[in-house]
């Protein structure tokens, strides 16, 4: 037996077939044979592509010919190091040929046909070091190699997915960020994207509500354009997800990469201008079929309450709102009296609460303690031939504000066959239901602020080439329901009324994807693939409105019955995207790597010779680790230096907006009303892509044995050829045209650090991981030469998103008044007061500034994870430093100070109180004037995200049960917030609404 020892890898990653999903329907998988692919014609684009892979068609047959030499074998084991435990699943290889086999379910291995000599052979596990040894091998002899493979913190071996394929993590060019395993599934969450929320440096997610199961918004290193999307492609198991990623069970993913900079995008062409994050789903493995079952339950509360008037504050708030006219009148001296308060609250039947002491807050009537309950079970297994995994799963989740609830049932199934050697199957099938309940959405809580207090098939056509078709279909049925019944504040007592909304979409993916993997001789690998693939969507809507319900119990199922249809509607969308794509991984001496990618992609969405768009990539790596004097320091286990540049397109507009439309309308005909059409949209025959061009430059590390890893990225993105409105002059019969003009710029830096600060000291093991990232972006450029565009806050030199208005200079004070100074601007004490900018004496469009933008100067994150035998802990925490939001509470209604409906709590003005944070109340007035101005301030937080505490026990403890392991574990998500913003959460979107809620749970995980 030889001594196996540590070396590097020069194994090529093997590629993972993808799978496709289907949501709300089952999905099929077909396999195309590789004699009806030869019998279509390919294109000369097609063909192009595929002349470089044919360059290395006589290497293949000259081995071949030498295919008749005696050989050996090569057999052993692989185990942990520190445990033991055969390690199935272990890659074992000689290097230097295409000889390589896995470990089976006891970490045994043999390989066949080694020619005799002296071999390199390689054993690696993702999560494990490499190893190597040098293996003689004899002619009709089995050779012996045992390798005891050691847990490394950072997984340089590890096998990371990068677009129709994987590589090995020390091959990647490009900026890639992996999320995977325990990452995924520790902290129970009912979004799957929140698995990447604080892990990856650059991905920006805020929540765009606190409803039960509302989406997220996710920016993957800021905001590139105007008008279109800016929301990143979600692709699941090799095919673009057609509907949302909230509707995935978290549970059914096994791994997730976020592909950042151009090099790693450019692949996906038009589809990856913001970013592209790939969801691998779990798929079985051979051995022994293991069953797991996971169940939680928790409660969930507010995290914050909005504090407003008591009753006898609110009495006293509506008593000055009416003093601000002279309205309340007392006898002299005398702030309160009954006469007026008769006369101010006797009308509302308000006056018997108020002399009684009693009052009512309102949150109290909607809000009460939520609840989320999951159970989940999946069975994985197979053997050399076939693997399979079964996932079942059913999320409840009661939302904290009454009549809101969201629920999720899913199934789902991955296969895998090998039915030759060379010919592999697969498919996947999806059921997955979804049911959000949201009443009246956010304004339930906002009344009651102001209420008064009183597919895939594979085919290796030679041993180095492979050819994959990749078929997905999503078929998604859409259904959304309303009633108002006729005693809710909305309609007071009128008739009742009701809608109904449905969409149905049908959306495919097809792939041809040819493959090439070679190695020639010991310095060079070649890695080569090229794509053909269409896409298709198309979306039917249907809505209706009536009003007049003769029975209220029918809600919307029988719209028919309705005495008046308010309106009707329908609607049809559909586009369609052509790609070829080609991409060529090179390596020499594992020291040099070169990537090189171009795309084409034609879209249905943009004008007629306008379609098609070419995005080139290209990237180069230099494993600085590899030159022999940084080896021989023995400082950097690993040491990577990689610069990239690429440019990706951008068509994410609605279609037909190249077309012309007619506008429906009504006029006067005769004595009659009529209906007509106008022009409606004026069309632009030379509407072509944005164009992003985004350069990166990134340094890789891992130093200490180990001990300590990290990257740091710089990037640079311009965007040109911004799709926007141009303003058009009136005379021309349009208000503006869709156009390519404007130009946007995005600059960042991205810091992640992964230490082990503590290894198997005692048994114990403490991990440590910090990510930071900061992004600006400005406009460069906008439609016809202008350097500021006030009317959609667009500035040159700016962020796309700031905030641009008054700013608050306080209130106006009594000396204010004596000195002239309020009466200058035609205010009075008590009156909001705007800094006047240019000091011009008078308060007008000019004074507008821009205040800050909404988008966070730096976003950090830390998560801590100790274990100790059998004991778990983790605590993650999150931070959005460096950006203004606008309190909506302050400057909506439920800040009027109009005396009229309760406010929030403020220390309002009065000549007895001379605040300057807020004006005095006005029964004269809706709103103060410039009342919008009061809630601009710092966002900035610090969320504690998660808290997890767990326990795992081992099989022999088990008894019994004969089970595998069981963990018990509690968690908290977003216990606890630390922030100086007034309103409900600064995190979120609208930062209003459903007030943000702290969960607490306990669950267990039982493998079988």
Known sequence: MSLARPADNRA????????????????????????????????????????????????????????????????????????????????VRVVGTRLSTEAGPDGRYTLDGVLPGTHRVQAQLIGYGLLETTVE????????ADFRLQQVAVALEEVVVVGYGTQVRRDVTGSVMSVGGDAVHDVPKVNAIEAIKGRVPGVDIVTRGNKPGDDVRVRVRGERSLKASNDPLYVLDGIPMAGGIGDLNPRDIESMEVLKDASATAIYGSRGANGVVLITTRHGSAG???????????????????QLFNGPEFAEYRRESERARNNYKCAPGVAVCDSADVKLFGPDGTLPALQAGRWTDWQDMVLHEGAQVSNEISVTGGNEQTRFALTAGQLDQTGILKAQDFQRRSMRLNFDHELSSRLRAGGSTSLIRTEQNIGRG???????????????????????????????????????????????????????????????????????????????????????????????????RDSMQVTGLPYEHQEFFDLGSGLKPDWLGSGLSAWALQSFMARVNYAFMDRYLLTVSSRVDGSSRLAPGKKYGMFPSVALAWRLSEEPVIRGSGLFSDLKLRVSYGRTGNTAIDPYQTQGSLSRTMYSFLDQPAVGFRPGRLPNPDLRWEKTGQMDVGLEFTVLHNRLSGS?????????????????????????????VGATRNTGVELALSTLLVQDWHGLRWNVDVNAAANRNQIVQLSSGLLRDPGNKWFVGYPISVAY?????????????????????????????????NGDGKIDQDDRIILGTTFPRWTTSMTHRVDWKGLDVSVMAVARLGFLVQDSLRNGGQSTLAGRYNNIYVNYWTPTNPSNTEPRPNAAQENPDYGGIRGYGDGSFIKVRNITVGYTLAGRFLGPLHARSLRVYATALDPFMFTQFRGLDPESALNAGVPSYRTLMMGITLGI
Request: glycine share 8%.
């Open 12 to 91: 090529s990653a093997h590629s993972e077939d993808p799978m496709w999903l289907c949501r709300h329907a089952a999905r099929g998988c077909h396999c195309m044979s590789d004699t009806a692919a030869t019998s279509s014609q390919v294109s000369p684009l097609r063909l192009s592509l595929l002349l470089p892979l044919l360059a290395f068609a006589p290497i293949q047959v000259g081995w071949a010919q030498d295919n008749t030499v005696a050989t050996g074998t090569i057999s052993g084991v692989v185990q942990d190091q520190t445990t033991g435990a055969p390690l199935s699943g272990a890659q």
């Open 137 to 144: 091998v004899a002619s009709g002899q089995t050779a012996s």
């Open 288 to 306: 022994a079929t293991q069953v797991t079952y996971d169940s939680y339950g928790g409660y969930q509360a507010p995290l914050r309450r909005v």
């Open 442 to 540: 956010d304004a339930v809580y906002t009344e009651a602020l102001t209420n008064n207090p009183l597919g895939m098939a594979g085919y290796d056509l030679t041993p180095a080439l492979s050819w994959r078709v990749n078929f997905g279909a999503d078929l998604t049925f859409y259904r959304r329901g309303q009633f108002r019944g006729a005693q809710t504040q909305q309609w007071q007592g009128s008739s009742s009324d009701a809608a109904m909304w449905e969409s149905k979409t049908f959306a495919y993916t097809l792939d041809n994807i040819l493959t090439f993997r070679r190695n020639l001789g010991t310095d060079h690998r070649v890695d080569a693939t090229a794509l053909y693939s269409i896409q298709q969507e198309r979306t039917e």
């Open 712 to 740: 740091i990225d710089y990037y640079r993105a311009n965007t040109s050829d911004l799709i926007m409105e141009r303003q058009l002059p009136p005379t021309t019969g349009y208000s503006n045209i869709l156009e390519n």
């Open 805 to 837: 208005d008054y700013q608050f200079g306080g209130i106006w004070q009594i000396q204010d008044s004596i000195s002239g100074e309020a009466q200058r601007y035609g205010r009075r004490p008590g009156q909001i007061r705007v800094i006047d900018q």
